[in-house]
């Protein structure tokens, strides 16, 4: 069936450094791909998306593109800072569906300064 | 805009009491979901619906839970009776149009305590 995978946190890096957080689906057809960002004591929130192959999503210096060939769609960010310490969802909108998103486990980010 | 509203933001309850979650969707948002979010199960979804009308709810852990949507600005979730086991926060969501590509905007959710 659909679904999303996720790495497994936690996740701890120190302020400055490179972040990646990896993420493959599964899934018939051409989904749209997103990542949603959960900050402490809140709902989550749309950081970026993709909806088609080869299609780059960016937003507060993140960045994901979404790869058809490796099925992926891989959270990269060149410098992290303290406050993006965050839990991080990757999710799958399936092609034509009125339906729910698809959500991976989350990966819970720290930045230590 | 005051996007997703939850209430209460904070509910402790005792074991066997009712419980009532509330929702108030953003204005002419099409879809609703309802989650919950636990250390051990991450975050699950509960039911959703499509303009007012219960659309897949295979997500509601047993008869105990329910959720209602009489009208586009306005759901709930009932837990009757209460168990500690269904201590976790509850998340709102609502969503412009139907199709799942949109962009899903998430409530502050509910923090539930049963003792």
């Known amino acids: 069936g659909d679904s999303v995978t996720q790495m497994e946190g936690p996740v701890t890096l120190s302020e400055e450094a490179f972040l990646t957080i990896n993420c493959t689906y599964t899934?018939?057809?051409?989904?749209?791909l997103f990542w949603y960002v959960q900050y402490p004591g809140e709902g989550l929130q749309l950081l970026l998306k993709?909806?088609?192959?080869?299609d780059k999503g960016s937003n507060k210096g993140f960045e994901a593109t979404y790869r058809k060939e490796t099925t992926s769609f891989h959270l990269e960010k060149g410098s992290v800072q303290v406050s993006d310490s965050a839990v991080y969802f990757c999710?799958?909108?399936?092609?034509?569906?009125?339906?729910?998103?698809?959500f991976g486990k989350g990966t819970k980010l720290s930045v230590k300064p | 805009d005051a996007g997703v509203i939850q209430s209460p933001r904070h509910e402790v309850t005792e074991m066997g009491q009712e419980v009532t979650l509330r929702c108030k969707p953003i204005s002419g948002h099409n879809s609703l979901f309802w989650y919950r979010q636990t250390m051990m199960r991450g975050l699950e979804l509960l039911i959703y619906?499509?303009?007012?009308?219960?659309?897949?709810d295979s997500g509601m852990p047993e008869d105990r839970f329910s959720a209602k949507m009489p009208n586009a600005s306005f759901s709930t979730l009932k837990i009757q009776p209460s168990e500690p086991r269904d201590s976790a926060v509850y998340f709102c969501?609502?969503?412009?149009?139907?199709?799942?590509?949109?962009?899903?905007?998430f409530g502050p959710g509910t923090r539930l305590t049963v003792l």
């Open positions: 969501a609502s969503r412009p149009g139907r199709t799942s590509y949109n962009e899903q905007f």
């Open positions: 999710a799958l909108a399936l092609s034509g569906s009125q339906g729910n998103l698809i």
């Open positions: 899934a018939t057809g051409y989904p749209s």
């Open positions: 619906f499509n303009n007012n009308v219960p659309i897949d």
């Open positions: 993709a909806t088609k192959a080869d």
